[in-house]
């Protein structure tokens, strides 16, 4: 490949883009596709924008690029939580460090590996990639220096920059949680493998136990249920609600709920009206109420007073035996994931191993269909092989398609296809929250594009060999240094297509715009097409920013023609991932930037690599000293790395005491302890979840309770908010309310 | 070697042994040894039991082996505390599982290694041990089953036994906690890095802190002050004894200790007497004061009112920037290394980083020494390097010593240096506690004896070809299974000298042995010889115990003719280390068992090592079969420690809630907590290191400042007990008073 050749590559895309760009500016002024582009403004039911006017509407305008420009970081924080500011500091930092890298490498180094050999150049533009790389400076060469510096001024510069982002998240992430109170979460611990009794029931035990222990900050707690046991349930509600007046079924669900979803036991009928007292006769309601308490699950939210002793319990080991009494910090209401919630404690630690193994096994087994495309762009072997086919692969079009294009749709197919599988693995797993799940599918995935685009692609080649590589630690260095400069100009375009091309079809979001457009103007659904609303994809965008960032800084010494198009992606991802987090997806649960530590983790990853592959390069060239010098600049980074899990990585994991008593001293000088105490029981009702965002289920309708209640001997019951049990999954549709049911919740509601 | 050298070796040794024996049973009843074999006794002063007449002392008897034998686990434990306990219960665990391995390896591994090949066998005394190893199997031959079948058997029991034994081991860790109660660590955090401030002393700012964030529970606190401070205060206080009269010298001192080593400030004043408040205008007090305060370091001991609280605070992350307020369990009075408390925490984790790292270099420098001592069987290669000792090497005398003894000597000094070494890296790494640096010492030690004693022998040669294995991570098996089976004749005879005839060296203490001789004969110093008395050396005798476990494991299905004889080694070590824990060694502080957990990890290394070893065999002897059986097993056994870890390694780490919360509780109950929150104040003071075992400082002196004083403005002052300062490093006599310095202490209890 020739300057031209990819200058002309980079053209081409750059049409592309600004045509994707152009139509997706006309088409985001169609009111008809106001739910694929404004889907967080149509769900939070914001002031529709006036229409322009008919003409206007078809000529492209860059006016969203501006507001994604303009907006300040307050109102994105505001919109998207803290993970999306969390996922924009990542592409800032990208921008940041490239800066630097650009401004070194194409005035130092680049002269250098263009001037590394005595020879005739030719014209730029006929000039092959090859002279702009490192392979074109000589053996021994004194110039090498450059290199060694330009890689000792990116580190430093990352280092820094790091260390600064990973200050500004943690002091962010500090902030989060002093103003998202009162937020109920911090006042909850979630307890998991309560043990068996025969005498009492789980919910009696937890009584008991936490009474005892901690009976001076003890508020009440909440049992989970067989997922399938709340399903029946609510379908059994349902059908008695068409046969019995309003009146007395009002009665009954009441009755239903207070015994059973509450953490409750027979105590709690006391506080029942009398009339309800008869229905305890009825058949139904016996069986129910034996049904309920098989039913229970060894896994209870335990509320506490305050959220320091809501900290002290969930860090604290309950148990002498470690696998009983496990407690954890309860996610938000919101992220709760319920099904998880009913595997026994013992079973995790299994499931995780086995996740682990089972992912490295598919990173691996995706070489089959690697080398199966391979393959495809051989179409002798294939004759040959299935000679059935020779027929049809003789035609001069099928071969052009089958050699041209299947190879990169299968690829694409199957890269699609692994993020989805990635978010069951971590299902499967056993995580209690949506944004645990999406995290550890995002590190899964991260690990996947890394070896799957990065090493594969380098190390090109059969499956054996490349694992013979991997059998000699020794000699990893050079193969790299050998490996990765050939491969320059494959992620220069690469950065083309799956960097630009794919930011705009990130912006045209293809899927729902053809679901839009198949529902609304041929199945003629108005009302389906309307609901269409997500989250953000975090699992699959984080990786791949991080994967552009590994390439910018694996190449940046290597191959520096590569850093301004890295540049230009970065720039265009900001503005694209600004509006996106704007306009389109809406924030069902915050991860309070969970994520940041796993991004720092992969960036010093990414240095180190540079700096393996540096001291390989500089053993090629025959550069003592270069090699010597990359030594103590791995040291130094791994220090450095070691440094920030000190300082930052415990702010992650637990909140510092002081943050806590501070906040529960200052609620209980305003007073407001007594109002998130009578919130509390109703904020984790495994029937709830609210349709509003970030609001703990139950802060539309506080019970009545008062905690003192909590010393008499029942346990606390809840009432409960609107009820939607069957949202479960993330895919589905959000603002589900279907017509019986709607009744239902309304009638418990009274 | 043939099977008559062997048993000729194994009978020599054996005698040997009897002979060492009979002499320590001789030794041990001289009343002038009595400081050599009754340390603990002596050091007790328990009475000291009937000398036998003059003709019965120089008759060997068995006497000490039956009491050795008989004395109950309870005994063993009042005496020698856990740590005692779990020392010996490596080597029952080691008996039981290689009981069992000697049954299956004699009875099915080893007729089958022995008619392995169609061959004409000689008698069994002239047979070679070769016949008796797994070399002597065909290959391809169906007879390996056996082999396979007897790896799991030894897995499967070495696995049940380790789970029971860390079963036990952490019943007794509770029990432990449970019965050392009143233990005022249980009470006390240690809390380090306190925040730099202009306006504040360190122990002002502990006391706002505390009293903000932890009001509830906080008692008082006390400052660590730089070790070269309190030296230089005694020795001030030293000299102005003998300036000043008794009566004036005591109000000074009290004023110099309530002020200064008591966490007290200038607050403390008010609860001393009126004549002292006259010192306060003295020059030398002025001085002294703001001496002091300069010199407090940034850590503190913080007394709490219930264990529970003192949990709390030690493992809950107390400031939002965890490198500040860092807290973490305080350890037991005697078990403070005094020293480390002054180093900045900062440097703790880099100083772990490099201690790691300097171990690592010194496990592989330690090759040189090893080549050297190779290169001196050949003189001929040393006449060629050195000329000039030509004419002193060719004299037959000094040929022989300098090859025959010269460099097994030079081995075992440069062995007898790693133990020590290690134990200054892990002061240099800033354990606060000797327990825990013993603990660490123990594990480097672990690592360098099971690298230089059996990696480096089983692939004898070069450093480089035995680092160019390990840099082909597939061959690994494969070359252990060629190497490991020929060092077999030479590993039983190390079990013959290094175990046998160490554990005779053991119990007859030769150094202590020559040293008493000595001083009391030669140097005719007898009170000083009276004093010698040490703790027991874990960290070198934990490593050897498990490096013959190791042993047994990787030879157990390779050369099963080594079990028997290390069979006879934990038998002996049985009694050797239960007769040494009740004579001779004394109980300085205790560990509480944490080294379970590091012995657990090693004998699943050992296991899964043995593991590669079968795989690396079968593969070697064409079983594909037996190859792929060991795969599954290796999967087990790690999952086992999988389970291990989540099940009982946080039991090592922390003490469940509920256990403090019990002994709470029913300290209230009796009322017994009042007593205690008067002992705290006294417990943790610099200049005192109690002469008495296992109990804190303050026992016999409490205070008789109330608890209540807390809430006044003053901070809780401290009174000194028996005072020692110069007592720090472990290998100082114990009982060492000093005249003048008596006086001193005297003069404080007053």
Redesign the interface.
Known sequence: MNVSALLTSAAINIGVCVLLLSLYSVLRKQPSNLSVYFGRRLHQALPRRHDPPRFERFIPTPSWILKAWETPEEEILAIGGLDAIVFLRIIIFSLRVFSVATFVCVFLVLPVNYYGQEMHHKQIPSESLEVFTIENVKEGSRWLWAHCLALYIITCSACLLLYVEYKNI?TMR?EYIKASSPNLSQFTVLVRSIPWSEQKSYSDSVFAFFS??HGNSYLGHQMVYWCGTIRKLVTDAQKICSGVSSEDFSNKCKHLLNCGFCGGSAKTFRVLSKESESVKDNVFYRDLDATIKEKEVPAAFVFFRTRFAA??AA?????????L?VTDFAPEPHDIYWSNLCIPYRQI??RK?VTLLTTAVLMFLFLIPVTFVQGLTHLEQLQQAFPFLKNILEKKFINQVVTGYLPSVILLLFLLAVPPIMMAFSSVEGSVSRSGRKKSACCKVLYFVIWNVFFVNVLSGSVISQISVF????SIPTQLAKAVPTQASFFMTYIFTSGWAGLSIELIQPLPLIYNLITRHILRRKDEACNWSYSFPYHTEVPRVLLFGHLGFTFSILAPLMLPFLLCYFLFALLVYRNQILNVYITKYEGGGQIWPAVHNCTIFSLVLTQIIGLGVFGLKLSTVGAGFMIPLIILTL?FN??CR??????FK??????L?DLDQEDERCGRLQEIHQQLPSAYCQLTVSSHEFRPAGYNTPTSRDSSQRNSSSTPGTSLGTVDPFVDSESQPHKLEREPYAKFSNLVNK
Do not use: G, H
């Not at 860090?315 to 696998?323: A, D, I, K, Y």
């Not at 059998?471 to 020794?474: L, Y």
């Open positions: 943690s500090l005892k222990y900290c002290v860090e604290t080991l309950q148990s002498s035996n470690p696998m009494w630690w299994i191993i059998s000699s630690p020794k220090l070691e440094y000190k300082r930052f990585s415990p702010i637990n909140t510092a005491a002081q943050v008593i």
